[in-house]
């Protein structure tokens, strides 16, 4: 589902378990971002690089810190065209500047838990009921 800039779209990208894509003018990106285990302080960022959209993401990326700065992985480097497009449309969100002409789609689970989403409502703000008291 294809999501209009809001206010919750920096909480949902730092929430834990979303799933998005980015598109732009010439190309998209589907992102994973996942808090790791037990450290609430790290995200993960991984973009999808395969044919399996379950299983084929390589980590680009963690946020640190409470302040969630960016720091690319091994696999990437600052000019990596997936990591440009996900440091420029975080930056912004973060900011609270739009973020046109990018679209953002998120996949239909909650940034949260990663359930799959099911009332209109969920769906719409990309977080289950639950969880959304949580945010």
């Known amino acids: 589902m294809h999501t209009e800039l809001s206010d919750n779209l920096f909480q949902f990208v730092t929430a834990g378990h979303a799933l998005f894509t980015l598109q732009g003018a010439v190309s998209r990106y589907t992102y994973r971002v996942s808090v790791k285990d037990g450290d609430s302080d790290t995200v993960f960022v991984s973009v999808l690089t395969g044919p399996d959209n379950g299983r084929d993401y390589t980590c680009i990326a963690r946020l640190l810190g409470p302040d969630r700065s960016v720091k690319p992985t091994r696999n990437a480097t600052p000019d990596t065209p997936s990591l440009k497009a996900f440091v420029w449309t975080f930056e912004r ?15 239909g689970r909650c940034c949260r838990c990663g359930r799959v989403l099911t009332t209109p409502e969920s769906i719409a703000r990309g977080v289950g009921p639950e969880c959304a008291t949580k945010l």
């Open 93 to 107: 969100l973060r900011r609270g500047l739009p973020i046109a002409p990018v679209r953002f789609w998120h996949h």
